[in-house]
């Protein structure tokens, strides 16, 4: 089985998770793009909310029909992929830049469902780096309050994100206590949010493999 061929298969296992009239948050990536296309194959009588403007417009596409977070009370289940998993199934997330957005769908949703490829498995978060959105207004600034929490290295990235704001990546190594250093995270003025997604907010991860996808967490 090619990689694209177990995209494919976990994300088109995450769109049976979904049943018709169901509000779905929608993540951005290329494995939760064949869950995208399947939802619409479909033609479910779906309420979809994106989490980038690329989804959006992949969405429109197959004929989802989209509203804003605030037309919506809450949502029944969001799918997302992730750039890291560990064994808590904690998360990183942010490689494109829609981690603001991702974070807010997966905490409006009920179900949480992560789908991934095996190469996201880590035994601790870090090795890909901690995506940072923060207020164009400071972004050095915040960055170097980020560097004082032991980033051995904070780059600020050329594009923006969907929101305008600027993107940073950090460099901790690896990161024995997420849940510690997603609170310090927190507590910087100025960063809008970061790419740690705690175990506690993820019901089921999807993996794909050579087998075919596996199930962590929830079923």
Known sequence: MSDDDAKRAVGRR????????????LGTGSTVTHTITALGERARDLTCVATSIQTETAA???GLSLVSPDEVDALDIAI???DEVDPELNLTKGGGGALVREKI???????????????KLVGMLGPFGTPIE???FAPQTVGRAVAA?????????????DNGNVLLDAAFGS????????????????????????????DTVLIDGPSGPQVRGSG
């Open 134 to 136: 923060v207020l164009a």
């Open 175 to 202: 990161i024995a206590n997420p849940t510690e250093l997603a609170a310090r995270l927190d507590a910087i003025p100025g960063l809008v949010d970061h790419g740690i997604f705690l175990g506690s907010m993820v």
């Open 105 to 119: 769908v997966a905490a409006m949703a009920e179900r949480f469902v992560v789908v991934v490829d095996e190469s």
């Open 60 to 62: 429109r596409r197959v």
């Open 149 to 161: 929490l032991g980033a051995t290295r904070v780059t600020i990235r050329a594009e923006r994100s």
């Open 80 to 82: 997302d992929g992730a």
């Open 14 to 25: 995450a769109a049976e998770m979904v049943r018709d009239g169901m509000r779905v948050g």
